[in-house]
C-alpha cells in the first residue's frame, strides 16, 4: 500500500493575513504525513504592482504578464513570500527547502500558448518529475514551492499556483496515496458566495458547471476547481477545499469534489 502525501495549496487570501497564516502553518506542520506546500500570494504582487505603477490584467483568476510584472512576480513569489513561508515553517520543526524556477528540476514549464489569449510570460507545465520529488520527500524534506517555473532555455513564467499544486499532486500519485488540499479565505465551495454557511459538502463538476453559468463560481474559483477535477480525473485519491480546516487533523467543514 502506498503511503498517504499530503499536496496543499495556500494563496494570497491567507498569506495575507497572519492570524489565518499562523493557525494554517501550525495545523500544516502538525499533519502526520509527508508533505508538500504550494503557494502564491496574488494580492502582494498586486500590491507591489500599484506602488511601482505597473498596470495589472487579470482573467479568470489567472494574470496577463508583461516582462515588468514577471518581476514584480518573481520579487514577491520566488523572494519575499517564499522565504518568509520556509523560515515560518523552519521554526516550526520542519525540513524545508524552497523550490523556485528551475531549483532541483523538479518542474518544467513552457510559454502558455498565446491563443485565444496571449498570457504573456505566464507557463503551463510540461512536466514534474515524481520521482525526483518522491526521492527528496523520502529522505524528510517539505518542499515549498512558490509561483514560478522555468523553461529549458532559462526563461522563467509566473504559473498559476492552483496549476502548480495539481499537477504536483498528480506527478506524485505514482508514488502515494495523494490528497491535494486547497486552503483560503472562505470555509468551502459556496452555494452563495456571501453566504459562509452555504459551504457545499460535495460538489461534481455538473453542479460545477451549472453554478458557474450561473456566475455563482466565479475569478479565484475557477482555476482551483479546472485544476482539482483535473487532479481527481488523473490518480489524485482526494481533492478538498475549504478554510483552516483543510489542514486541521479533526477536519470539519470543507468541500469535497467527486466524479
Ligand atoms: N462559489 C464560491 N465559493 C467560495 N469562494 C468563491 C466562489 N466563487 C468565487 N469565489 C472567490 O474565490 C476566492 C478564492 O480564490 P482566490 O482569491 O484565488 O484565493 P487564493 O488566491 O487565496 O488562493 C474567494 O475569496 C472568493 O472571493
Ligand atoms: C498566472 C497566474 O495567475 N499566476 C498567479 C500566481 C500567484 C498565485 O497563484 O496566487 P494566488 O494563489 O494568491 O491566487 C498570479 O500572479 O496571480
Do not use: W
Request: aromatic fraction near 6%; charged fraction near 20%.
Amino acid at each position: 500500500m502506498k503511503d498517504k502525501l499530503i499536496v496543499g495549496k495556500i494563496g494570497g487570501n491567507v498569506i495575507d493575513n497572519p492570524d489565518l497564516l499562523n493557525t494554517v502553518l501550525d495545523y500544516f506542520a502538525n499533519l502526520p504525513h509527508q508533505k508538500v506546500l504550494v503557494h502564491g500570494g496574488g494580492i502582494l504582487a498586486t500590491q507591489l504592482a500599484e506602488v511601482l505603477n505597473i498596470p495589472q490584467q487579470m482573467h479568470e483568476g489567472r494574470r496577463i504578464t508583461s516582462a515588468k510584472t514577471l518581476e514584480v512576480a518573481q520579487m514577491v513569489y520566488a523572494g519575499k513570500i517564499n522565504t518568509d513561508l520556509v523560515a515560518k515553517l523552519h521554526s516550526r520543526g520542519l525540513v524545508v527547502q524552497g523550490v523556485n524556477g528551475a531549483d532541483g528540476a523538479y518542474i518544467q514549464s513552457e510559454k502558455r500558448s498565446v491563443k485565444p489569449i496571449d498570457f504573456g510570460f505566464v507557463g503551463d507545465i510540461v512536466k514534474v518529475d515524481g520521482e525526483r520529488l518522491a526521492r527528496t520527500l523520502s529522505s524528510g524534506i517539505v518542499p515549498v514551492f512558490s509561483a514560478i517555473t522555468a523553461d529549458l532555455e532559462g526563461q522563467l513564467y509566473n504559473t498559476n499556483g492552483d496549476t502548480q499544486a495539481s499537477e504536483i499532486a498528480m506527478a506524485l500519485s505514482d508514488f502515494y496515496e495523494v490528497e491535494l488540499r486547497y486552503c483560503f479565505d472562505k470555509p468551502g465551495v459556496l452555494r452563495d458566495v456571501l453566504d459562509p454557511s452555504s459551504v457545499l459538502k460535495t460538489l461534481s463538476i455538473t453542479e460545477y458547471t451549472e453554478l458557474k453559468d450561473k456566475g455563482a463560481i466565479y475569478q479565484g474559483m475557477i482555476p482551483k476547481l479546472d485544476t482539482g477535477f483535473r487532479a481527481l480525473n488523473n490518480g489524485v485519491q482526494t481533492v478538498i477545499l475549504g478554510g483552516t480546516e483543510v489542514f486541521n487533523p479533526i477536519q470539519t467543514i470543507h468541500t469535497e469534489l467527486v466524479l
